[in-house]
């Protein structure tokens, strides 16, 4: 590749856009039409910057948080700031297609999967999600670029 130049994603959902469990026909529909609304225009744009191919990737991780046998600790002031009683585990998944912008085929796909698990104290919960969440997130993009690479280098 001559250049490697990044475009603004455009499948940000809303948070009342989310829907969980099989999708009506309709609902399934629209998403669909959206779906393919938005990459036409990433499409689009890429070309426009003289692209001549587009990663498309996403993913999503799932994620939980559950107290250990130290969650008795948190009775008491210190254990609720000090000791790590809730275990978080999560799992992060992303996949990308590299697309001919010129045939708008896609030449191949590479996925990543990472898990991992941490732990923290009650009181320090919020805050100790959201770097886990960033970490299995930064951990799972870091394998999907190496997969990409590498699945570059035998094309």
């Known amino acids: 590749f001559r250049a490697v130049q990044g475009i603004p994603g455009i499948f940000e959902l809303e948070r009342t856009d989310r829907w969980y469990g099989p999708q009506p026909p309709e609902r399934a529909a629209d998403a669909r039409a959206r779906a393919h609304a938005q990459i036409t225009q990433m499409v689009r744009f890429a070309r426009d910057l ?4 587009l990663l498309l990737y996403g993913g999503s991780v799932d994620y939980g948080t559950r107290m250990t046998a130290w969650s008795l600790l948190d ?3 210190i254990g609720g700031f000090l000791v790590p009683s809730q275990e978080m585990k999560g799992t992060a998944r992303a996949s990308g297609a590299l697309v001919d912008l010129a045939t708008e085929r896609v030449c191949f796909v590479v996925s990543a999967e990472q898990q991992g698990k941490d732990r923290a104290p009650t009181a320090m919960l919020e805050g100790a999600q959201e770097r886990f969440l960033d970490t299995l997130r930064e951990a799972v993009i ?12 035998h094309a």
């Open 75 to 77: 009775l008491t002031l």
């Open 142 to 153: 870091t394998q999907l670029t190496q997969r990409f690479l590498e699945r570059l280098r």
């Open 50 to 53: 003289g692209m001549d191919a």
